[in-house]
């Protein structure tokens, strides 16, 4: 089992940056892989970054590219998203999702445990 906490959300004007942090519990963090997603209101949730179980390959959706980062500490059982450049349309609620099996970054149908979410608002 494994419990996910987001922090770090809040508002910012467009071209600010944000990071946020996900906390989990539990000592077999270092062998999930980790994503973000995030969901607009009336829309679907969407893949936003992932990293691998060891922190060595980064995914990233087309429209993060370049502007967002993701990363994780294992000693600290926590993984961040530093977000850059922000936009408008990056306003959300953002979750973090752990993947036990280390496949399927891009579907949130393949991440076994999610956080609550952190609200993002990007004011233009």
């Known amino acids: 089992q494994v419990q996910l906490v987001e922090s770090g959300g809040g508002l910012v004007q467009a071209g600010g940056s944000l990071r946020l942090s996900c906390a989990a519990s539990g000592r077999t963090f270092s062998s999930f892989a980790m994503g973000w997603f995030r969901q607009a209101p009336g829309k679907e949730r969407e893949f936003v970054a992932a990293i691998s179980a060891n922190g060595g390959v980064t995914y990233y959706a087309d429209s993060t590219k370049g502007r967002f980062t993701i990363s994780r500490a294992n000693a600290k059982n926590t993984v961040y998203l530093q977000m850059s450049s922000l936009k408008p349309e990056d306003t959300a609620v953002y979750y973090c999702?752990?993947?036990?099996w280390g496949n399927g970054y891009y579907s949130r149908t393949t991440y076994d445990y999610w956080g609550q979410g952190t609200q993002v608002t990007v004011s233009s």
């Open positions: 999702a752990a993947n036990r």
